[in-house]
């Protein structure tokens, strides 16, 4: 089924909001995809008409105006249970990794680790002479909501090291385990969840998504996108491979693009630069992890420690802080006295309620994977 050629689905005049780009190919298998049990919004339907143009209102403040734009992704609900969920095109011509690595880590007995940190793989489809398509949880960027305290962060920061050190337990490198490729599952967070595109909204649009902090109600990380990811014979020895550049191209190992390299301390590089470029740079506060930030992003890759020791390390670290540092809010560095202290007298208020709540400093989720 060819997609459509311009304009809009049933309104071939095009127009501001208007289906374009990777959305057209989504759009020509809406029917196909409700038959394997998933629904596209509205927007990707036959015979969609834009409401805006009845109702007067911008596209961008329409709910079928909300326009994806990720190159390879779309959003949808599970028909059977309404479950939303995120669609990710396989591509043949990239190889078979990304689905292989996805099964390896979504079934038993590596499913049920809690050190795993990979995001669910829900389903396969398996569309007729085409590429196959690859059915996740709905998930949202890991600082959306910001990180408030301290001690979210230090669980933050647990939990997306053990999962890259379950990674490389199992002999596989991420190899893009960079800030977009850290997510954050708001099955707790955001009980009535939320709209796909404008994480702001109500799913359906029509008012603010309901949300809590992460010391009210904890919640997971995940590791995403494996696509450039492999998984190493170990007795061949440390493996050498092909410098790939993902969403963080500042490794000091890739500047020689011709001579192979191991690709696990460059992904310890990646989580430490996350924090350094993230918070420290951004922040105050970090003091306290910046010895171990240093030598995860030293310029020599076997300087740096390996995922073992960063884990041990930090629990060491976050052992040492007390209550008082771990409930302190994050502030921006040069942020203006009038803005910090109203921000901090609201932070506060909270903390009280947290305490009084039996909240813990350090917000630890259900053991359980999700």
Known sequence: ?????????????????????????????????????????????????????TTG??????????????????????????????????????????LQINKLFSTGPLSSDPRNHCARLIDVIQL??????????????????????????????????????????????????????????????YPDSFHPVALGRSRDFRHKAKGYSRTRRPTRYLLIDFGLSRRYDPANGPPLDEPLHGGD???????????????FPTDVYYLGNLVRQHYMQKCKGF?????????????????????????????????KLSTWKLRSRIARQHEVWPVAAWRSVGHWYRTVGYVVGRKAAIPEPSPEPS
């Not at 994806?68 to 190889?95: F, H, N, W, Y």
């Not at 191209?249 to 690709?263: F, G, K, Q, V, Y």
């Not at 992003?297 to 020791?309: S, T, Y």
């Open 249 to 263: 191209r500042s490794a000091p190992e890739h500047r020689d693009e011709e001579t192979p390299r191991n690709p």
């Open 287 to 319: 003091e306290f992890i910046e010895s171990l930030i240093t030598d995860m992003v030293q310029e020599d890759p076997e300087k740096r420690p390996n995922m073992d020791e960063v884990v041990s390390r930090f629990s060491d670290i976050k052992s």
């Open 128 to 189: 007729p002479n085409e590429d196959p398509i690859m059915v996740h949880p709905l998930l949202r960027p890991f600082d959306e909501p910001p990180l408030q305290t301290y001690g979210e962060f230090v669980t933050f920061f647990t939990q997306i090291c053990e999962g890259v050190q379950f990674m490389h337990s199992n002999n596989v490198a991420h190899r893009d385990c960079t800030w977009r490729n850290i997510m954050l599952d708001p099955t707790h967070m």
């Open 1 to 53: 089924m060819p997609p459509p050629s311009t304009g809009f689905l049933g309104n071939p005049s095009g127009g501001l909001g208007e289906i374009g780009g990777p959305e057209l190919w989504w759009a020509a298998r809406q029917e196909t995809l409700e038959r394997a049990g998933y629904m596209l919004r509205s927007r990707y339907r036959p015979g969609w008409r834009p409401s805006w143009v």
């Open 57 to 98: 209102k911008h596209y961008f403040n329409s709910e079928d105006g909300q326009i994806q734009s990720l190159r390879l992704c779309m959003d949808a609900t599970r028909i059977s249970d309404g479950r939303p969920v995120m669609l990710k095109r396989l591509l043949s011509k990239e190889g078979p990794y990304e």
